[in-house]
């Protein structure tokens, strides 16, 4: 049997599974769906098990692999990731649950687990970098995140590509995003939060505020400012405040010929079926962070579609970043046990050293300046 198991073979699951089809990792691959059970074993050669994880009950066929790598929607991953933990698995999660994870952080120490969860882009490579930071440069006083997956060709429709969950994507302009301002944690609504940012030879974008710092509000809780900006291209925040206008990025319920329809619900549909689904994508970061010794850096990566592999810029890096996070798991470079935020990865500086070599090694490059 496999050490490992894939819970999930969507966008980000097929990213995972591509990695460590170009390793000498052994992986199975767990979902409900038998068309991508079929390309999991007939192309890539893994081997598969169809599951549906929303019954907690079938887990219990996993309990004796090593480690399970989820890639599930948030909206179901949290049960399933603590009963893996309950089942002595160790976890690799990229899901973004919106429950708090550090509830799970005893469970894993008693389970002697190792948890990591955010193990994807932002949340998750971003973490890693500011932890990075923070351990090298003498403590993180202000860390500002700049990240987006953006169409490679601006003038399309919003100016991105619809590579993942549109529920999320509209999600992210309704949910309080929470910050550290003035060294207290606040909540602000993502589109009274806004800006533009120039980006060292990228050019000038527009950003508001997300969601995205969740574990490092506990991790850098002394930090004097801490928040993430979600990248756009110029002219988007008009139109997504004109879609708040109207009405659509809320929760709230019209009745229209006898039946109910959530707003944003009905927003995201609308995205599904207009938005551009098979365009190239690209994925901008760019993170400012200054130390409590006054060292300033900048941090900027900038991904693009990948033709050999034909994977999206947003699988790759996120699915990526989790299969490499897995691996180190897996060869035992990554020791404590417990919840492990990725922060926690990038203040071990032989870890974090390892795991942007590997990213370099897939062509996704990491660049610091001063």
């Known amino acids: 049997m496999s050490e490992a198991v894939l819970i999930g073979f969507g966008r980000i699951g097929v990213a995972v599974a591509l990695d460590f089809y170009r390793s000498i990792s052994t992986l199975t691959v767990a979902d409900f769906d038998d068309k991508r059970l079929m390309f999991a074993y007939n192309v890539l050669g893994f081997n598969v098990l169809r599951l549906n994880a929303t019954k907690l009950s079938e887990l219990d066929k996993l309990k004796n692999f090593n480690l399970a790598i989820t890639a599930l929607p948030g909206s179901i991953a949290f049960p399933v990731v603590k ?6 698995l160790n976890v690799v999660d990229v899901s973004y649950f919106p429950e708090d994870p550090w509830s799970l952080h005893e469970l894993a120490v008693n389970n002697e687990v190792k948890l990591i969860v955010d193990a994807g882009l932002a949340p998750g490579l971003s973490n890693i970098i ?6 090298k440069y003498g403590g993180l006083k202000s860390g500002k995140i700049y990240v987006g997956g ?10 991105i590509v619809a590579s993942w969950s549109m529920e999320d994507l509209v999600d992210e302009y309704i949910r309080p995003a929470r910050i550290i301002r003035d060294g207290k944690i606040v909540e602000v609504n993502p589109l009274d939060y806004t800006g533009c940012v120039e980006i060292p030879s990228l050019g000038s974008f527009e950003c508001f505020v997300s969601d995205g710092v969740r574990t490092m509000l506990k991790t850098f809780g002394d930090a ?9 291209y110029e002219g988007h925040l008009e139109l997504m405040k004109f879609l708040r206008f109207l009405g659509f990025l809320s929760n709230k319920e019209l009745v229209v010929d006898g039946c109910k329809i959530k707003l944003s619900s009905l927003l995201a549909k609308l995205f599904e079926e207009r938005l551009v689904r098979d365009a190239p994508d690209r994925v901008v970061m760019y993170i400012e962070a200054l130390s409590r010794s006054d060292v300033s ?14 994977l999206s810029a947003m699988s790759k890096v996120t699915g990526f970043t989790q299969s490499i996070i897995a691996k180190m798991v897996l060869d035992g ?7 492990i935020p990725p922060e926690n ?21 990491v660049s610091e300046t001063s």
């Open 345 to 365: 990865i990038g203040m071990d500086l032989k870890l974090y050293d390892h795991l942007i070599s590997e990213l370099r090694g897939r062509g996704i490059i």
């Open 297 to 310: 850096k900048h941090f900027v990566m900038d991904v693009g579609y990948d033709d050999k592999l034909k």
């Open 224 to 232: 004097d400012e801490l928040i993430e900006y979600t990248l756009r």
């Open 150 to 159: 953006l169409s490679q060709d601006p003038s399309l429709p919003l100016g």
């Open 333 to 339: 470079l990554i020791e404590q046990h417990g919840l």
């Open 83 to 88: 009963r893996l933990v309950e089942l002595g």
């Open 130 to 135: 500011l932890g990075y930071f923070h351990s």
